[in-house]
């Protein structure tokens, strides 16, 4: 059950298609304090916390302070509050159980017994928003509820579920042709390139270099007759100008963000001085979705949204206020603190609120304060895209996903997890964020694998890639400057080439599972907690997590280990697949085992009665036999059935079938007659 409340009068975010009716009752269990904008909940003992999407910490959010503040935050050590998104959805499980949804566009804090261990309390900026509290007699059953209520999420091409190669570096045609040209001819398997804004005229959207990109067009069909897609990225600052016919006809028309002064708001990113799009109105919105068309009309299927927090380096006045501060220490007799005063002060004025502050929208006739609406800029650039692809893409689906995202950009796109650094610890804090972000309706999704910022190493890289043939965006993403980071550059060729591949062979089961998920409004990876809610152990292991129906990971994630500790609830049948070809099925107890994992192994788990559709795998998604498949079994002497869903991976109706497979006592699999 839906129950909704409301306080003051939201600013709309269009987050919720259709509302339930509100009531006059007031929020069980919360003490809620119109004065200081803050609901409290006393926290049981045995509660747990989950949700927030993208985030730092556990899987369990209990103990630490969090806030919905979409940042640009690339060092994110464990006493970060926010990263780049900001997903306001939680659930309660414990003595009550239930969800919580803010409708609110502005920032939130959740301190989940940081400032009292056993209090839970919510503050928001100002006291205008929606709050949504769901039941339900399990944790699967709210987070259902939810994402019904907010809406079918993001469907890609299946294409997009093949590998990405990515880096900020490739600077030319030539970059392009031999990643491609290394990934055919090592037989490393390979669906799609990145291009990062080098491929742009002077970081200008919607252009493309002239010299270095001479025929973007003759690329991507060029590449398309190798099974690649091109993806190119599209920040949110537009160059400010002039004879750059967006920046122009943008201020012509007024379809920027303005100062408190009603001029476009000017502020500087990759381009230098830039101005950002009003994506808020809905006219601006349509205008900067048309824009998009330039480059579908090239043959380009996909997109990456950036910087759209929005990211913003400096306004002029933020770096005057930083060199009159440095100034006024010149003179000043050095002292122990004077090197913390002065990087202090840049780091203080670099992304501070007040520039947020001085920023406005302008929704139908009102003009809106950025402060208030902060977290909905990258979902409304997206959207912008997205609702643009419906007249432009008619009938195929187009790939898009988005830095910067709150729920209800679900529905037009998908999110990565934003600049991750080559760490042990960010491999395992992207894996303890998918549960989340499915909570939130983000189902496509995936981290930098290997790492955005520092330099990767061999073995990080081949543990993070076992991890990402599992999450639907998988790419390898590296930064400019940091060690070359494509599988080919390193020693155990085998051992990448084994990996890359297990992803095709499961591409069957992974995109079946995705698509139900997105249809039936159903988590992909679930915390061991959803699926055994009464065992204790369960609830505590935040390392492992179920994937579909059917299948249990449990990566490996600390350097120089060779297996790993894994909590098994019930009996599963453990699957190791070689680099040698070798495939070795283990049937182990409930409990603790420990299970042998040397570098470059594929480990997975698979419950009893339970089935897994797979492929004979592919060098790219085209090459899949999606029809042909057949099937790991774990039978333990029950029936088994797998509903098998599979379409033409690219209409937008996405009406494709579902077969009905079952395996008798006998572990024998048979398609059931439609
Ligand atoms: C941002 C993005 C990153 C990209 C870089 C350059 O840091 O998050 O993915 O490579 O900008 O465009």
Redo the contacts with the bound molecule.
Sequence with gaps: MIQRYVYGNMIETDTIPVKPEAGNEPLPGFTVDEKEHSFTYPLGKEDRIYGLGENVRGINKRGWIYQSWASDN?DHLEDAVSLYAAHNFLVVDGEERFGLFLDYGGKVTYDIGYTEMNRLTIRVNDFNLDVYRISGDSVLSIVQQFREMIGRSYIPPRWAFGFGQSR?GYVCEADVRQVVRKHRELGLPLDSVYL??DYMDSYKDFTVNPERFPDLAGLASEMAGQGVHLVP?IDAAIKKEEGYPVSDEGIRKGYFCTDKDGKPFEGAV?PGISLFPDVLNPEARKWFGRLYKVLLDMGIEGFWN??NEPSIFYTEASLEEIRTRLMDTVGATPDVNTFFELTGIIREVFQKDEIYDSIYHHVNGKRIRHTDVHNLYGYNMTRAAAEAFETLAKDRRILLFS?SSCIGMHRFGGTWM??NKSWWSHLALNFRMLPSLNMCGFLYTGA?LGG?GSDVTEDLLMRWLELGIFTPLMRN?S?LGTREQEVYRFSDLDGFRHVLRMRYVLLPYLYSEYMKAALDNKMLFCPLAFDYPEDRRAQETEDQLMLGDSLMIAPVMQQNARGRMVYLPESMKLFRFLKDGKAIETVLGPGDHYVECELSDVIFFLRPDHLIPVSSGGNCVAEVDFDHVHFLTYPVGNEACYEYYTDDGISRQAAGTRILYRMDEDGEVKALPQ
């Design positions: 690339p900020w990062d804004i990225i990759w950036d910087m830095r934003g600049d930098d955005f993403h930064a």
